[in-house]
């Protein structure tokens, strides 16, 4: 059979109420990014006519993360089933012809993949005479997902759901994942007929199969790992999901060729990019935004976010690295050095204790020990600007906005307001002075008292 035309439903409307939460169950977040986000990747993935995303009433957040895809509100929170009906007329005009097909995902099962939905199409289209296809896996723990009943052939009976499941049901250990896939204007029609008249009162997605078989239609399902498909409903289960996801990622990056020492200790963002030969270190944490080029150290305990790296740098051990920052080659960012806005050009050091805001830092200019840039007075930023091969003394305090020219030397404890020139020597502290036997006399008096 040859493949039909295909669109795509997300459910996302749910309110999560087992997540306890202010922010809808869908956006919360699994490597630094909405689980729904990650679901909608796998769905754009299989090049789907269109995509319609089912959200709940004044979700704004959630319509936004669905963007740019169309957003169908189902004021009413009756089931998965009742979603589906919301979406129904957002479709029908698609799905009129008989040769398109409708895929629904939940959006709360962000693992899915690409591949594994790729397998349920290929299912549908294995054989005219299967009109449906379900997901299914086998959990560990089977909890409350909805039991796959199946005949001896492979054959689709129907789905029950926990709540409505007898003890001899429960022990099914075939679970629904969630997605199906059938011709888009008989799917449609079954879900029109789709009753509420269950534990919970819902129109449930998963009667659809009931439905199919009632009327001889033939239903398959694909079994998935169950990584893949696990169903974020809890906080427990959102921990479980970030685990899982940060596995894959530890593997991409290992496999790309990056060494991680201890990578349990790794935490990626979903979009971290890493060259050859880096070399990352235990116990360390990347957000959004970061890319690193070949032969990069990244040592222990560095918390890294939306900066890019060029290769041969050194970062850390306990380095921070804010958004904004962009590290030159070869440049060394030692322990307890916090980078934000800040552009170090190739060979720059700035190996202890320091704060770099805002600050474009030279080649080869290095930043002594406790410097700080001053770059913000209580309500603006402001700009500093360090020339190449420029030396600034450890423990000084640097004015923003404020320029060091090129090969300039700021001495040790200095506070600079005022501009300094290329390869001047700046002094901004007070002069030393001396009183020979001072001390000791200060002493021989104190005793006396
Ligand atoms: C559902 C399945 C269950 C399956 C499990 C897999 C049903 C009836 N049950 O149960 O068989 O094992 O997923 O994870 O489908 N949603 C809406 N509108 C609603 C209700 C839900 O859009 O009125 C969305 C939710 O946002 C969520 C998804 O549908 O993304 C699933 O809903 P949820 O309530 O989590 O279903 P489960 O009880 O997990
Ligand atoms: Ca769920």
Redesign the pocket.
């Known amino acids: 059979m040859t493949a039909n035309k295909l669109a795509v439903v997300v ?4 309110q ?1 109420t087992r997540m306890k939460s202010e922010l809808p ?2 956006l919360h977040p699994i490597a630094g990014r909405a689980m729904l986000r990650h679901v909608l990747d796998a769905a754009e993935s299989l090049n789907p006519e269109r995509i319609v995303v ?1 959200v709940g009433p004044g979700a704004e957040v959630v319509e936004a993360a669905a963007a740019p895809h169309q957003v169908v509100v ?1 004021e009413e ?4 089933g ?2 589906v009906m919301c979406a129904a007329k957002a479709l029908a005009d698609y799905a009129s012809d008989g040769a398109s097909d409708i895929l629904v995902i ?4 962000p693992l899915l993949t690409g591949t594994t939905l790729k397998c349920m199409l290929d299912e549908r289209n294995a054989a005219a005479s299967t009109k449906l296809v379900g997901l299914a896996f086998r959990p560990d723990d089977p909890a ?3 039991r796959f009943v199946v005949d001896r052939d492979g054959g689709v009976t129907g ?1 029950v ?1 926990y709540a409505d499941a007898d003890e001899e049901i429960r022990k099914i250990d075939l ?4 997605p199906l896939i059938g011709e888009g204007r008989t799917l449609l029609k079954l879900v029109e007929g789709l009753k509420n008249d269950n534990a919970q009162g ?1 129109y ?3 009667d659809l199969f009931a439905a199919a078989r009632e009327q001889a239609m033939d239903a398959r399902i694909v079994e998935a790992p169950a990584d893949d498909v696990l ?1 974020v ?1 809890s906080r427990a289960e959102l921990a479980v999901a970030e685990q899982v996801m940060q596995d894959r990622l530890r593997a991409t990056a290992m496999a790309g060729g990056a060494t991680l020492i201890a990578p349990q200790t790794v935490w990626f963002s979903h979009d971290t990019v890493l060259g050859r030969d880096v070399l990352i270190e235990p116990n360390v944490i990347f957000g959004p935004g970061v890319t690193i080029e070949d032969n990069v150290q990244i040592r222990a305990f560095s918390h890294v976010e939306g900066a890019k790296i060029a290769s041969g740098a050194v970062i850390g051990p306990y380095a921070r690295l804010r958004p904004g920052t962009d590290i030159g080659q070869g440049v060394k960012i030692g322990n307890f050095v916090e980078c934000k806005n800040a552009v170090f050009g190739a060979g720059a050091k700035a190996n202890h204790l320091t704060y770099v805001g805002d600050s474009t830092v030279g080649t080869k200019a290095n930043i002594g020990a406790g410097t700080i840039t001053c770059n913000y007075d209580g309500f603006n930023k402001f700009k500093t600007s360090i020339g190449a091969s420029a030396f600034i003394g450890s423990n000084s305090a640097l004015v923003a906005p404020v320029s060091i020219g090129e090969g300039a030397i700021v001495a040790a404890g200095s506070t600079i307001v005022d501009d300094v020139s290329k390869d001047a020597l700046a002094f901004g502290r007070g002069r030393q002075v001396e009183f020979p036997g001072r001390a000791a006399s200060f002493r021989d008096q104190q005793k006396k008292d």
């Open positions: 459910l996302a409307a749910g999560g169950k869908v089912v189902q929170r009756l089931g998965t009742h979603a939940y959006g709360d099962t409350q997902y909805g789905i759901e679970c629904n994942a969630g819902e449930y997605l998963t169903g409903n």
